[in-house]
C-alpha cells in the first residue's frame, strides 16, 4: 500500500472522529496559544488529521491522491530510489510543521485564532509534482481547462500571497503558500544531499522543450 493512501486513510478516520466530537478537534486544532504558553508542539502535526468539514476533507484528500500518488512514484523509481517512500512521508510531515510556523508566529499571542486541516502539507505535495513535472496539465476542480504545472504554481503563489495579505475569510491563505515554497525547498535540497537526480536542470530542460527553445 502506499504511503499516500496511507495518508488519506488515517486522516479520514481521524476527521470523521474529529467532526463527530468536539473533545476531539479541539485536542489536535492548531491553538497558536497552546504551543505558546503550553508548550503543546505535537499540535504542529496533528492539526493536519482534522478538518473543519466535509468538503474541506474531501478537496485536501482529493488533491493528495492526485498529486501525492505521482510525487510518490517519481520520489521512488526517480529521484531518492529506495529512500523514495521515506523521503515522501518526511516531506508531508514536515510540511504540516513549516506550513504551520509563520501562522503561530503571527498568532502566538491571539487566543481567538484557530486553523485545522492539512492544506499546508497538501500545497508542499503538489508544488513538489509541479518541480518534477512542471508541463502537465493541471486543473481546476470541474473546470475542463488544463494549464502547465509551471504556470499553474506562478499564479498559485500569487494569489495565495494577494489574499493572506488581504486577510479576511476562514482560510489559511499563508499556509498554502508556505507549504508551496517548502515543498520546492524540500525537493531541492533533498535531492542535492541524497540523490543525483539534477532536479533544477531537469526542471529548466522540460520548459525549454515546452517552449521548443534549444
Known sequence: MSITLI?????VLVSYSALNNT???NDLIFYP?????????YRFFSHGLIHANYLHLGLNMYALYLFGRTVEEKFT????QEKGKLM??????????????PLYL??????GYAARGASGAVAAVVFAFILLDPVRGIGIILIPVYIPGFIFGFLYLGL???MDKRGGGNIAHGAHFWGSVYGLAFVIIMAS??????VLRMFVEQIKDYFHLS
Open 33 to 41: 496559544t497552546s504551543i505558546n504558553y503550553s508548550r503543546q508542539w
Open 88 to 101: 515522501f512521508l518526511l516531506l508531508y510531515v514536515s510540511a504540516l510543521f513549516f506550513a504551520a510556523l
Open 77 to 80: 523509481y526517480t529521484v531518492f
Open 106 to 111: 503571527k498568532h502566538k499571542d491571539n487566543s
Open 23 to 25: 473533545k476531539i478537534d
Open 160 to 162: 495565495s500571497a494577494y
Open 7 to 11: 495518508i488519506i486513510i488515517i486522516t
Open 193 to 198: 544531499l541524497f540523490s543525483d537526480y539534477p
